[in-house]
């Protein structure tokens, strides 16, 4: 009898260290997601060679993972593409709240990133720029908890702001909490020689003693070191996602010293410059707290830059690249974003994918990540990324089509090499931001983008089946309420 007893505790023994071998074989990764506000296309080197702006930390970055070249925000501004980003859905679908000035963007109930991957058992983070609205606008009680938040949309932590550096109140936010009051009054700031929106802008307002704008990009980027050092210490073992949204380089441009005149594009891009090493800081928390190998690192924007045609002429430096346009525009260079995935043994280093893909498409690809199942509410215009991250072979495009929404509500779709902006337009910053169609003229827009990356030549007139038949799918994707098969 003990004999037999012997060997039923060395049977549970074997199986129980069999499971967890097994166990440690299937843990999902930790992930990254590293977000900018407002780097343009053509900034990175790895994605312009003619970049006057050195970038060698997102250059290793795309070195030893995979560049998407046709990836793009659901949005060409920072609201409309945060909420894609963190929901898997078109901005347009939300027919509620639409302004973070004036509430919450993201239902109480609704699937986002974080949530998802907290359900999974990952420990969640951000650090950085909401910009999705709190309970009561922006008229803040700082003496109460700020409700409608990260903290209240799946993330077990927050530090960072309510908005863009250049929108007050400018205080900075622990969890729910204010961490000073909007008590005090900061002017209004601005550069000779930029716009009225360039420079070392900001707007008026009410602002936190001891709030400094120039401080904000190097406390966030340690902020962000000190999770991953402390995730790097072992402690409960459990996966992590951590969504860093820096400032940068929206803004105000506020390079710090060893970075002033440090690049060939102004003070835009010495500020760009910048945030590169706090991009380079994260992978060295990463690298040196041993996570490094079990970690997917994303890196991209939000939209593209604020950046004119005479900026270009002035310093011979293109913030988009080849693309036409800039922030807000429905052309590409308002919302096609460098887009960087790093995940060593699983992604195949120093690798490029054309497909066409949107911020959407990471919720579905989380999900697949950690197996899970999406409801058929949530992640409405989310596709798996993760055949493409494999490099695997497929018969057609992932995406049937792909919808854009610019800064003036232009809904843009994309299907395969055509594109269509059924005005006439950027839609955005750019000018002309509207045009009336002339007598006899095409009344949108219509680009082949294999051939014209650029956006020089309007097809609408000459191929209006082309126009009809994207015209129809965009119709049917706002009547179906999703674009992403279940």
């Known amino acids: 009898m003990a004999e037999l007893r012997w060997l039923l505790a060395v049977a549970v023994a074997v199986l129980a260290a069999g499971s967890g071998a097994a166990a440690e074989k299937v843990r999902p990764p930790n992930i990254v997601l590293i977000l900018a506000d407002d780097l343009g296309y053509g900034d990175p080197g790895c994605f312009n060679p003619k970049s006057k702006i050195a970038t060698p930390n997102i250059d290793v970055l795309a070195r030893d993972g995979m560049c998407f070249t046709d990836a793009h925000a659901a949005g060409a501004v920072c609201v409309p593409?945060?909420?894609?980003?963190?929901?898997?859905?078109?901005?347009?679908?939300?027919?509620?709240?639409?302004?973070?000035s004036n509430g919450p963007l993201i239902e109480k109930d609704r699937v986002t990133l974080a949530s998802l991957l907290r359900d999974k058992g990952y420990v969640t983070a951000m650090v950085g720029k909401w910009h999705l609205g709190f309970e009561g606008g922006i008229k803040f009680d700082y003496d109460k908890p700020l409700r409608?938040?990260?903290?209240?949309?799946?993330?077990?932590?927050?530090?960072?702001?309510?908005?863009?550096?250049?929108?007050?109140?400018?205080?900075?936010?622990?969890?729910?909490?204010?961490?000073?009051?909007?008590?005090?009054?900061?002017?209004?700031?601005?550069?000779?020689?930029?716009?009225?929106?360039?420079?070392?802008?900001?707007?008026?307002?009410?602002?936190?003693?001891?709030?400094?704008?120039?401080?904000?990009?190097?406390?966030?980027?340690?902020?962000?070191?000190?999770f991953l050092d402390r995730r790097g210490k072992g402690g409960d073992g459990k996966p992590f996602f951590l969504y860093l949204a820096f400032t940068a380089p929206h803004t105000p441009w506020l390079p710090r010293?060893?970075?002033q005149d440090k690049s060939k594009a102004g003070l835009y891009g010495d500020f760009v410059a910048d945030l590169d090493d706090s991009v380079g800081q994260v992978l060295a928390?990463?690298?040196?707290?041993?996570?490094?190998?079990?970690?997917?690192?994303?890196?991209?924007?939000?939209?593209?830059?604020?950046?004119?045609?005479?900026?270009?002429?002035?310093?011979?430096?293109?913030?988009?690249g080849p693309l036409r346009g800039m922030k807000g525009d429905a052309w590409e260079g308002g919302h096609r974003m460098p887009f960087v995935a790093r995940w060593p043994g699983k992604v195949k280093a120093g690798s490029t994918c054309d497909e066409t893909i949107c911020f959407t498409d990471l919720l579905a690809t989380f999900a697949a990540l950690v197996h899970a199942?999406?409801?058929?509410?949530?992640?409405?215009?989310?596709?798996?990324?993760?055949?493409?991250?494999?490099?695997?072979?497929r018969d057609g495009p992932l995406r049937e089509g792909t919808v854009v929404e610019?800064?003036?509500?232009?809904?843009?779709?994309?299907?395969?090499?055509?594109?269509?902006?059924?005005?006439?337009?950027?839609?955005?910053?750019?000018?002309?931001?509207?045009?009336?169609?002339?007598?006899?003229?095409?009344?949108?827009q219509l680009y082949n983008l294999k051939d014209d990356l650029a956006e020089t030549k309007n097809l609408y007139a000459e191929k209006p089946e082309v126009v009809k038949r994207l015209a129809e799918l965009l119709e049917q994707y706002q009547k179906k309420g999703r674009s992403a098969p279940r």
């Open 285 to 320: 928390a990463l690298k040196r707290a041993g996570l490094a190998d079990d970690t997917l690192v994303v890196f991209t924007s939000d939209n593209g830059p604020v950046w004119y045609p005479a900026d270009v002429e002035k310093y011979g430096h293109a913030a988009a």
């Open 148 to 226: 409608g938040g990260p903290v209240d949309h799946g993330f077990d932590s927050f530090f960072g702001q309510h908005a863009s550096l250049d929108i007050p109140p400018y205080f900075l936010i622990d969890n729910d909490r204010a961490v000073a009051p909007a008590s005090k009054t900061v002017a209004a700031s601005s550069t000779p020689g930029w716009s009225p929106i360039q420079g070392a802008f900001w707007r008026e307002g009410a602002i936190a003693p001891g709030f400094k704008h120039e401080e904000v990009l190097p406390t966030y980027t340690r902020k962000a070191v000190e």
């Open 81 to 100: 593409s945060r909420y894609g980003l963190l929901t898997g859905r078109y901005p347009f679908r939300n027919q509620g709240n639409r302004n973070p």
């Open 373 to 393: 199942k999406l409801p058929d509410d949530a992640g409405e215009d989310s596709y798996n990324l993760l055949p493409l991250l494999r490099g695997e072979k």
């Open 257 to 259: 010293q060893p970075f």
């Open 406 to 444: 610019s800064s003036r509500g232009v809904l843009t779709i994309r299907a395969g090499e055509w594109k269509l902006i059924p005005k006439l337009g950027s839609g955005g910053f750019s000018q002309p931001a509207t045009e009336t169609p002339r007598e006899g003229g095409p009344a949108g």
